[in-house]
């Protein structure tokens, strides 16, 4: 069982995707902006983040991805970055490990469940 | 007694000492964290470090004069507020030191609520300056990123839907609920409604744009035009707890407009003057001649628009950031289809608002006169098809 924090200010979205991970035992916390992702992510220290990029500021997701890397006890949580609009962000689909975003995947929504668990279930 | 959160920086240079220590007094009790310096080089060092929202400087110092302070202290962070205090005031200092980047000037001798008021109404005016410049950035962003947003846009409710459909595929033979799966597709069709909705907006946009939505200009009674608004939106405006109301004059209001593109510009201003109201609020829709033209305004009770965002209303996506509108939906697109509608027919809009007591949006169209004929032939679309 992993402890996964959602933060997606699409309220759908996130709700979808926490039954599936609760169905297959795992721990679900939503955060529906980067403000509170990160005051839960620091609260709670979720073994694995799932972060949207364009939400309320449009760019905040980018902006809480920074700010979850510089808190103490995040640096090396894994983050899976999700979002609908890859195309024409590149530093995305650079490998992880090049990005200065220090994101450790990339996913497009919508989700494959299959991938999405597996990916959840190997973060470490 | 202050209301801060936090306590805000503030930076004193003033080589008088009595001065310092009397601003000191003033302004901590107005709750901000006051760091005194005697002279310039100091000050700037100060403020370099201590990064203050509000620098307080005398302009006569010995050492590095107060007008360099001000243009140093302005370079390194243009959106400190700088109030220049001085016991040789004229008017050419107070333009030069303007000029330097102070916002504000005070003659010595001064009172502490003469200090109190000035600090208060340039710290105020700041933040009006920095949320405009915020909107500002935030919009040119959007206009340099339009492709990549509008796809995000079209992109969310799609991939909403189909989490929900993959989900709901999977977990159906096993633990999702039957209530939870009712739910999952109500919210499914909510998504797909909005979708539409952002398309049919985007379509209606673009062909405005393109000169093909308003096609017709023949007379037209706006008296007819929103005669019937109350019935119409009846359904969806008690829904809310509003009602609606028409006040029409006597007179006929004749206008040369295409009927259907008039429907579509009252449609988009009175659904918002339902969604942005409060309960048991109102909407006037009314029509009143001025000289050569009819303006036809519809007024709600809502909670207003600041003033800061009034100037991108009609930009395309953009949409009123507050707390109480923040979780209505909308595609941002309605008034950018009114404002393009309206130049197509010759009209103005215009809108007025009150925080917290309603908004007016009015679109001033020209009179069919024997006098204004002329104006009208302007406004015709004819020659376009």
Known sequence: MKKVLIIDDDADFAASVSALLQHSGHYVLRARDGTEGVAMAAAEKPDVILCDVMMRERTEGFFTIQTLRRTPGLEDTPI??????????????APPERSW???DAFLRKPINPDT?????QAAT | ????????RVVVIDDDHAMRLSCKQILARMGFDVELFDNGANGLDGVARLKPVLVVVDLKMPGIGGMDVVARVHEMDPEAVILVITGYATIDTAVEAMKAGAYDFLPKPFSPDELRVIVNRSLERRSLLREARQLREDQEQLRRRFVTFVSHQLQSPLSAVHQ???VLKRLSATSASEAQRAEWLERCLTRTDELQELIRDWLTLARVEGGSFVRTSEPVDLRAVIADLPERYGDRAAAQQVTIRVQSPPDPCPVLADRKALDVLVDNLIVNAIKYNRPQGTVVVSLACHGNEIRLAVADTGVGIPESQREFLFNEFFRVQSDATRTLPGTGLGLAICKRIASELGATIEVESREGEGTTFSVALPLVTPGNDAALAGAAVEDRE
């Open chain 2, 1 to 8: 007694v202050s209301t801060r959160l936090q306590a805000e």
């Open chain 1, 80 to 93: 899976l970055v999700i979002s609908s609009i890859y195309e024409t962000l590149p530093f995305f689909t």
């Open chain 1, 101 to 103: 975003l220090h994101h």
């Open chain 2, 164 to 166: 929900y459909l993959d």
């Open chain 1, 116 to 120: 999405l668990l597996e990916m959840v």
